[in-house]
């Protein structure tokens, strides 16, 4: 008497195809829901607006105190050109003093607008080189803050962004702040 072999697992070609096939359907269907749910709903992307914001203030910070020693000193070498083109026309050579007007002589016109301007160009030398660079970038970047912080608020709040998908497929994205 011969006995049967039991096997423990056996391949059925056909039951493994078909379940293949159906697991692929269904996959199918799901990810197109998803897709027509996304489509037609969008995507909501909530952001942190101050966290946002205190990350771009701290980079507009580092920026600043990295560039204003160059800034004022692009600013000084100005002054001469800015100064002078102020003073030529603030200087006349008429002088009135109680009630006599006099003419200067050139040569003390030149001399006293020579005096004028290194003066002038010296004082505010010394009142950019006490600014503190620290204070300048720190004020700059709170402007910038309080800036990104109303933008952000007011224009970007609940606003909806139209993103196309493989340059084709459009998504509605709204922007949600914290």
């Known amino acids: 008497m011969r006995r049967k072999e039991r096997r423990l697992w056996s391949f059925d070609k ?35 607006s101050e966290e946002l914001a205190k990350n771009i203030q701290e980079q507009i910070i580092l920026f600043a105190e990295h560039e204003m ?8 070498a100005e002054i001469p050109r800015v100064v ?23 040569e003390l016109k030149e001399q ?21 660079e620290h204070i300048l970038a720190n004020g700059f970047g709170n ?5 990104i912080r109303e933008t952000f608020t007011g224009q970007l709040q609940g606003h909806t962004v139209q993103v196309y998908i493989l340059g084709k497929i459009p998504l509605k994205v709204r922007l949600q702040l914290k």
């Open 143 to 147: 402007n910038v803050y309080e800036l």
């Open 84 to 106: 002078r083109s102020e003073m030529q026309a603030q200087l006349s050579d008429r002088m009135e003093i109680a009630g006599f007007v006099f003419t200067m002589p050139v």
């Open 69 to 76: 020693p160059q800034i004022i000193e692009d600013v000084k």
């Open 14 to 48: 056909k039951s493994f195809q078909l379940g293949i096939s159906c697991s692929l359907i269904i996959f199918l269907c799901i990810f197109t829901l998803l897709f027509w749910g996304l489509a037609k709903y969008g995507l909501t992307i909530y952001l942190d």
């Open 112 to 132: 006293l607008a020579k005096n004028m301007q290194a003066n002038v160009e010296k004082t505010i030398g010394k009142i950019l080189d006490c600014l503190s």
